[in-house]
Each structure stands twice: as structure tokens, then as C-alpha cells.
């Protein structure tokens, strides 16, 4: 083989692994801070930190060498975040990562300088954090986890109205105080009365209150459950999950973290690959990409988990066809 064919080759090896020896050693040759603000508890969080990291590691960046992460945990509480951002602001990162719509909107106020990765349910327009999608214009880009809020609420009303083909009458836990929730609570109605449901509203404000929830079910007479997607829930869900499966009521949520935890099913955006998402944008970032010119991006994917082992517990019979639908099963 001639030497020139030799290098050429080498060339389209090393483009095929997606960053160049010339990328990797501008990452590793600058010590950057990154500050992290994430809604959850520190454990509820632990697979999209790590996914988070390792996309890191793949860019090149090794903490203690040429990045250090600061991180910061609302424990599910939207009051507590815009404190933890006052506090992640004064580190002066060189980028701030904020997941939640509380997140977003706490470091959109605490700072218009420092560049900021979101990740948010609501629309970045509408919500004020960009011009538009394609141009932020301003110090935050980041990804929004919805897409369109009206088609993911409904989707899953629709995957649990197929599972329970005989639901009529649904309750649905949210957080009224949490902006996430926010986003899906005015969408709620409409989605369900196209689908023949009728609402009975839980409202849940702190994790004390999950204690008086089965009672509240029960006295409404449900058939099924549509869990809110607020960060509180989200970092209780292990506690959520043992509620409703005392109750044997088929019940629908945002995150596959939920089925993981023992919930019936999830239908939503993978929150680990949007974490890794976001590194890839921080990396442009650190690299001297400017957030005004980077564009917000939707989720790679969408996926119906399925939790088998939760139907036969409560002794609920999932078609054949539907399970078709799901892209995992847990069995």
C-alpha cells in the first residue's frame, strides 16, 4: 500500500469515530467547570449522571484532569432550585446544565452570561429562553424533551387506553405548584375527552402527601392512573410505584424509570440518552461554540416500556398486539 493511501485511510478511521486527535487535545488541553443543576435526588439522578459522564469521557474529557463537575440536587422540591442556581452562578462555570422546566427557569434568572444546556418540557420560545429554535440568540440552547406537549400527553393516554380497553374514568397525580407539570396539566382535558376519559384531578405539592393519596383514589373510583411528570415524583417513584401496585390500578408515566421501578407502563423521551445529548452540546460549548448560534434539539427517541411482570402482579390480561407496540418489554 502506498504511503499516501496508507494516510488516507487513517484519515477516514479516525473521521469515522466522530472527533479528531486535533478535537481530542483541545479538550484535554484547557481545565473547564461545569456545573450541573438537576431536579432529582442524587440517587433518583445516578443514570443520567453517569450517562452524562461517560458521553464526557468520550469527548475527551477526564474529571480531575482537564474538567471538574459541580453538582447540585433540588431532591424533587421546585423551590429549591433557584437558591442551588444562585449558588452554582457564584462558582462562575464555564457552562451550567439545568434539566426541568424549574431548572431552566432558575438559571435563565440567574444569569444571562454564562452559557447554559437546558433541558426542558416547554416550548424554549414560548417560555422565553430562545428566539427561535434554530437561533437561541441568547446564553441558553439545550433540548426540549416534549417536542409537542399536546401529542406526547396524548400518546400516553392513547397507550393506556389501549392496554385497558374498558378505562372510562382516569386520575391524574400532578404537582400544580411544579412548572413541569405546568406544561401538561391544560393539555390534559382535551386529550382525554377525545378519548372517551373522564378526569378526577390529585394534586400532590411534597412527598408527605403521598401518604393520603390511596385514600384519595380510591374514594374517586378510577379505573386507571396518569402519574404527573414533576421531578418530585420522579425521585419518589419507588414509593409511587408501591402505592399504586397496592391498588392494582393500571397507571401510565413520563419515564422508563418508573416502569424500572416496578410501574405498569412509560411512554417518553430516554432521559440517560438526553443527558447525553447535552454533553455533546456542552463539548461544543467548552470547544468555543457560542449557545446563541447552537439550535435546541428534540429527543433522539421516544419509547413504551412495558412492565409484564407489573400486569400479571395486578392481574391484568396485555394483548399480544399491544406488547407489539412497546419497544421494551420487562418480563
Same mark, same amino acid.
Given at each position: 500500500?502506498?504511503?499516501?493511501?496508507?494516510? %488516507?485511510?487513517?484519515?477516514?478511521?479516525?473521521?469515522?469515530? !466522530?472527533?479528531?486527535?486535533?478535537?481530542?487535545?483541545?479538550?484535554?488541553?484547557?481545565?473547564?467547570?461545569?456545573?450541573?443543576?438537576?431536579?432529582?435526588?442524587?440517587?433518583?439522578?445516578?443514570?443520567?449522571?453517569?450517562?452524562?459522564?461517560?458521553?464526557?469521557?468520550?469527548?475527551?474529557?477526564? *474529571?480531575?484532569?482537564?474538567?471538574?463537575?459541580?453538582?447540585?440536587?433540588?431532591? !424533587?422540591?421546585?423551590?429549591?432550585?433557584?437558591?442551588?442556581?444562585?449558588?452554582?452562578?457564584?462558582?462562575?462555570?464555564?457552562?451550567?446544565?439545568?434539566?426541568?422546566?424549574?431548572?431552566?427557569?432558575?438559571?435563565? &434568572?440567574?444569569?444571562? %452570561?454564562?452559557?447554559?444546556? $437546558?433541558?426542558?418540557?416547554?416550548?424554549?420560545?414560548?417560555?422565553?429562553?430562545?428566539?427561535?429554535?434554530?437561533?437561541?440568540?441568547?446564553?441558553? $440552547?439545550?433540548?426540549?424533551?416534549?417536542?409537542?406537549?399536546?401529542?406526547?400527553?396524548?400518546?400516553?393516554?392513547?397507550?393506556?387506553?389501549?392496554?385497558?380497553?374498558?378505562?372510562?374514568?382516569?386520575?391524574?397525580?400532578? &404537582?400544580?405548584?411544579?412548572? $413541569?407539570?405546568?406544561?401538561?396539566?391544560?393539555?390534559?382535558?382535551?386529550?382525554?375527552?377525545?378519548?372517551?376519559?373522564?378526569?378526577?384531578?390529585? *394534586?400532590?405539592?411534597?412527598?408527605?402527601?403521598?401518604?393520603?393519596?390511596?385514600?384519595?383514589?380510591?374514594?374517586? *373510583?378510577?379505573?386507571?392512573?396518569?402519574?404527573?411528570?414533576?421531578?418530585?415524583? &420522579?425521585?419518589?417513584?419507588?414509593?409511587?410505584?408501591?402505592?399504586?401496585?397496592?391498588?392494582?390500578?393500571?397507571?401510565?408515566? !413520563?419515564?422508563?424509570?418508573?416502569?424500572?421501578? !416496578?410501574?405498569?407502563?412509560?411512554?417518553?423521551?430516554?432521559?440517560?440518552?438526553?443527558?447525553?445529548?447535552?454533553?455533546?452540546?456542552?463539548?461544543?460549548?467548552?470547544?468555543?461554540?457560542?449557545?446563541?448560534?447552537?439550535?435546541?434539539?428534540?429527543? %433522539?427517541?421516544?419509547?413504551?416500556?412495558? &412492565?409484564?411482570?407489573?400486569?400479571?402482579?395486578?392481574?391484568?390480561?396485555?394483548?399480544?398486539?399491544?406488547?407489539?407496540?412497546?419497544? *421494551?418489554?420487562?418480563?
Amino acid at each position: 500500500m502506498k504511503r499516501r493511501e496508507f494516510i %488516507t485511510l487513517l484519515g477516514g478511521a479516525a473521521a469515522a469515530h !466522530g472527533w479528531s486527535i486535533a478535537a481530542r487535545a483541545q479538550a484535554s488541553s484547557v481545565h473547564s467547570l461545569i456545573g450541573m443543576l438537576s431536579p432529582l435526588s442524587a440517587r433518583a439522578a445516578t443514570r443520567n449522571v453517569a450517562a452524562f459522564r461517560s458521553a464526557l469521557r468520550d469527548l475527551g474529557y477526564v *474529571e480531575g484532569r482537564n474538567v471538574t463537575m459541580e453538582f447540585r440536587f433540588g431532591d !424533587g422540591v421546585a423551590e429549591r432550585m433557584a437558591p442551588l442556581a444562585y449558588d452554582l452562578v457564584t462558582l462562575k462555570p464555564d457552562v451550567l446544565v439545568a434539566g426541568s422546566q424549574s431548572g431552566a427557569l432558575a438559571v435563565h &434568572n440567574a444569569t444571562r %452570561t454564562i452559557p447554559i444546556v $437546558t433541558m426542558t418540557p416547554a416550548d424554549p420560545v414560548v417560555s422565553g429562553f430562545a428566539r427561535s429554535l434554530a437561533k437561541p440568540g441568547g446564553n441558553i $440552547t439545550g433540548l426540549w424533551l416534549l417536542g409537542s406537549e399536546d401529542a406526547v400527553v396524548g400518546k400516553r393516554l392513547d397507550f393506556l387506553k389501549l392496554a385497558v380497553p374498558g378505562l372510562a374514568r382516569l386520575a391524574v397525580i400532578v &404537582n400544580p405548584d411544579d412548572p $413541569t407539570d405546568h406544561v401538561q396539566i391544560p393539555r390534559l382535558p382535551a386529550a382525554a375527552r377525545a378519548l372517551g376519559l373522564a378526569l378526577e384531578v390529585i *394534586e400532590v405539592r411534597d412527598a408527605s402527601e403521598l401518604d393520603r393519596v390511596s385514600a384519595e383514589i380510591i374514594r374517586a *373510583e378510577v379505573q386507571g392512573l396518569f402519574v404527573g411528570q414533576s421531578p418530585l415524583f &420522579n425521585s419518589a417513584r419507588a414509593q409511587i410505584a408501591a402505592i399504586v401496585a397496592q391498588l392494582k390500578l393500571p397507571a401510565v408515566y !413520563g419515564f422508563r424509570e418508573f416502569a424500572d421501578a !416496578g410501574g405498569l407502563m412509560s411512554y417518553g423521551p430516554n432521559l440517560p440518552d438526553m443527558y447525553r445529548q447535552a454533553a455533546r452540546q456542552v463539548d461544543r460549548i467548552l470547544k468555543g461554540a457560542s449557545p446563541a448560534e447552537i439550535p435546541f434539539e428534540l429527543p %433522539t427517541r421516544y419509547e413504551l416500556i412495558v &412492565n409484564l411482570k407489573t400486569a400479571k402482579a395486578m392481574g391484568l390480561a396485555i394483548s399480544d398486539s399491544f406488547l407489539l407496540l412497546a419497544d *421494551e418489554v420487562i418480563e
